[in-house]
């Protein structure tokens, strides 16, 4: 978790709703917390720690002392984030677990990184070194944050852009984020397209990683879904007219234009799903 402590009018709304409520989340003894706090410097006041009873009296103390100061460098406390994932190695035959940064702020990046796209370009660069799916997901308090900022970040990161209006908004806006952690459905997907006959396939329209396949066609991965989630993939296709009519009878042929497979780990059942 990378909470912004700038001099800013709602950061103390953050602090007593990080305080209240993320040290009593629902998480378990197998579940690992780190905290980071980031104004114009980046501090580490909880290493990656298990969240067992003493784990989490360790995180209420140290949010404790939460106090607003500095600026903000927010792509600071973005990257020290992921550099925490970048120096855990994962050990082999391990079971894949859940890996989120939740970046909060209610300021804009006056600090570091300030570009937008530099910033999403090095999100994406951690990322795959780190090699691991690893989301982010940002939430901006109140009106003068960067919005656009923190979409892309989260988009950059796999992950969901929140909007949070008020402090009321703060704990639906949390819970939700975390709900979906912990209802991750699907991981490891991938859908893979092809054309039949003589159509031609246009590159498909999406921000998520696409390779060639080798007879043809496209494979996209797509990242986790979550419980009631649903992901978009815009795909064209160039129709031939070869075959599609007879001379005889004006009316088209019915045919099949394109192939599409499914493939991903049903986290429910801990089966590989092939549609």
């Not at 893979?192 to 999406?206: A, G, S, Y």
């Not at 007219?241 to 001379?247: A, E, I, P, V, Y």
Request: glycine residues 8%.
């Amino acid at each position: 978790v990378c909470v912004c402590v700038c001099n800013c009018l709602h950061c103390p709304s953050l602090y007593s709703f990080v305080l209240s409520s993320i040290p009593a989340a629902q998480l378990r003894e197998e579940d690992q917390l780190s905290f980071l706090v980031f104004d114009h410097e980046v501090s580490t006041i909880l290493p990656m720690t298990a969240m067992n009873i003493a784990g989490k009296e360790k995180a209420a103390k140290a949010i404790s002392k939460l106090r607003e100061r500095g600026q903000t460098n927010l792509s600071g406390g973005l990257l020290a984030g992921l550099q925490q994932f970048l120096m855990m190695k994962q050990v082999e035959g391990e079971k894949a677990k859940i890996e989120s940064i939740l970046l909060f702020t209610d300021g804009k990046a006056n600090r570091g990184i300030k570009d937008q796209n530099t910033i999403t370009r090095a999100t994406r660069s951690v990322i795959g070194q780190i090699g691991r799916h690893v989301s982010v997901f940002t939430f901006g308090f109140g009106e003068e944050h960067e919005a656009n900022v923190l979409q892309a970040i989260a988009d950059a990161g796999n992950g969901l852009y929140y909007f949070v209006s008020d402090v009321d908004s703060i704990p639906d806006s949390f819970c939700d984020c975390l709900g979906g952690l912990l209802s991750v459905m699907a991981q490891n997907i991938s859908l893979e397209v092809e054309v039949l006959n003589e159509h031609r396939l246009c590159r498909p329209l999406t921000g998520f990683e696409i390779s060639d396949m080798d007879k043809g066609g496209y494979r996209v991965q797509i990242p986790d879904i979550y419980s009631e989630e649903s992901k978009d993939i815009l795909v064209n296709v160039l129709l031939s007219m070869k075959g599609q009519f007879d001379l005889d009878d004006p009316r088209p042929i019915p045919t099949n234009i394109a192939h599409f497979r499914l493939i991903y780990f049903d986290v429910q059942s801990c089966q590989l799903r092939v549609i």
